[in-house]
């Protein structure tokens, strides 16, 4: 059964392809959803597809692209109509 999960990255996210990293780990695990800039300096990921996959891209999303420095990794479950593909915004 599909899950989805929403999470708010935050420290340098921006300006060091975080969404496009992001973007590419999650089609390689089959995982559908967004990653966007917020006007915060955040960025936000929903990630929607198999649970352990999600959990994996969890775990890629602490540390993120080599020039990304993460501080904090909020998560949420949401309940929302899973996307066809991932896109970036």
């Known amino acids: 059964m599909p899950s989805a999960r929403l999470f ?17 780990v999650a089609e390689s695990l ?20 198999d649970l352990a996959a ?3 891209l969890a775990v890629w999303l602490q ?4 020039m990304a420095v993460v501080e904090d990794v909020a998560s949420m479950p949401v309940d929302v109509e899973q ?7």
């Open 30 to 49: 089959g995982l559908t959803g967004y990653a966007i800039n917020l006007a915060d300096g955040d960025v936000e990921v929903l990630a929607c597809g």
């Open 83 to 89: 996307p066809v593909d991932f896109k970036m915004g």
């Open 8 to 24: 708010t990255i935050k420290g340098r996210v921006q300006g060091v392809f975080f969404r496009d990293s992001t973007k590419r």
């Open 54 to 56: 999600i959990e994996q």
């Open 63 to 66: 540390d993120g692209p080599r």
